[in-house]
Every structure is written in structure tokens, then in C-alpha cells.
């Protein structure tokens, strides 16, 4: 798949897998603020055309287990419609931050499909049924 990409920053990195078989691939860091609610935010200085029916999502990186941050939305869907700069919103619950320059998050394109939703009086059975919130086990 091609995605075209634009640099809305000169230090921008135009992200690539770091090994064969990666499911996602790393954003570096160009920007970094604080916003009004006290989250610590990152810009990737990248803006990129997400083909329709695909879906950018955002994942922390691993080494965020490392950091006093955890990534606001836990999720971040990014749709094809978008075209503006890709960032990154963190809670911040220390002082051990990603810096400028720093891989802080992931990104993934995945296939998104068109759903049409058919109202219905009752639905078929499972072996489920509604059991959830761990209704499977511990």
C-alpha cells in the first residue's frame, strides 16, 4: 500500500518498520507541550493521506511503561478524512517524559470496513449469551 506523506516540520521522520513482520511503525517526536489540562503532547510534524476505508490508530510504545505517561485516549483512531499533523496526547503522572527527537508512539493502518446496522426485535443465541465483564473466568 502507497500513503502519501508531507513533512509539516523540517525534522520530521518519515516512520518505517524497524524489523520485518512489525504490525506497526514508530513516530518520532518534533514537537512537545503541555496542553490546558495538563497533558503532555507530542507532534510527529507528519501529515499523511489514509486511504478510504482504512483507519490510522495509535498505540503507545512499549517503553512507555517506562515513562510517568500513559496515552490519553489509550487508542488514538485516526480517520482518512484527516489530513492535519499526527499527534500524540499523554497523561503525565511524573516527571519521566519522552524528549524532542524520541520515539513515542505507534502507528498502524488497518482495512476499516463499511458497517450498516440492521435493527432486529431479538438476536439469535450463543453460548455466551450476555454474559460479560468477566463472565469467562478470572
Known amino acids: 500500500m502507497r500513503v502519501r506523506i508531507k513533512k509539516t516540520h523540517p525534522d520530521a521522520v518519515i516512520p518505517r518498520y524497524a524489523n520485518f513482520g512489525d504490525a506497526a511503525v514508530d513516530l518520532v517526536a518534533t514537537s512537545k507541550w503541555k496542553d490546558e489540562f495538563g497533558n503532555v503532547c507530542y507532534g510527529t510534524g507528519l501529515a499523511m493521506e489514509i486511504p478510504p476505508r482504512y483507519v490510522g490508530l495509535l498505540f503507545p510504545r512499549s517503553s512507555v511503561s517506562k515513562k510517568d505517561l500513559r496515552l490519553c485516549n ?60 468477566g463472565s469467562s473466568g478470572n
Open 74 to 133: 489509550s487508542v488514538g483512531v485516526i480517520d482518512s478524512g484527516y489530513r492535519g499533523e499526527i499527534m500524540l496526547k499523554f497523561d503525565a503522572t511524573g516527571e519521566f517524559h519522552y524528549n524532542v527527537g524520541d520515539r513515542v508512539g505507534q502507528l498502524m493502518l488497518m482495512e476499516n470496513p463499511s458497517i450498516h446496522f440492521v435493527e432486529v426485535v431479538n438476536l439469535p443465541g450463543s453460548d455466551r449469551g450476555d454474559g460479560g465483564f
